[in-house]
């Protein structure tokens, strides 16, 4: 059950730290642009838009959906651990 939830953990980080970096590539000029820019894209886009809806920026400029869907992401983290030490 360790190996699990270890694994969990570790897909829930290595995600985290995508969010992270796509985050900081936009406060570069044109990184977003960059093959790692259109990369991280790909895979962080679908997840931050599902917070974009609901959490619109602050003054037009200060996005806090990032900041939202980590919290969320480890709370999702921490749910499925709890449920699959509960069904084992």
Same mark, same amino acid.
């Given at each position: 059950? @360790?190996q699990?939830?270890? #694994?969990?953990?570790?897909?829930?980080n290595?995600?985290? *730290?995508m +969010? +992270?970096?796509?985050?900081?590539?936009s406060?570069?000029?044109?990184a977003? @642009?960059?093959? +790692?820019?259109? *990369?991280?894209?790909?895979?962080?886009e679908?997840?931050? %838009?599902? *917070?974009?809806?609901? +959490?619109?920026?602050? %003054?037009g400029?200060?996005d806090?959906?990032?900041i939202?869907?980590?919290?969320?992401?480890?709370?999702?983290?921490?749910?499925?651990?709890? #449920?699959i030490? *509960?069904i084992?």
């Amino acid at each position: 059950m @360790e190996q699990i939830s270890g #694994v969990i953990m570790y897909l829930q980080n290595i995600y985290t *730290f995508m +969010i +992270i970096g796509y985050v900081l590539l936009s406060w570069l000029p044109n990184a977003r @642009e960059s093959f +790692i820019g259109v *990369f991280l894209g790909k895979l962080v886009e679908p997840y931050l %838009g599902i *917070f974009r809806r609901f +959490i619109p920026p602050i %003054g037009g400029m200060l996005d806090l959906s990032p900041i939202i869907a980590v919290f969320a992401l480890r709370f999702i983290a921490y749910g499925l651990i709890a #449920v699959i030490d *509960f069904i084992i």
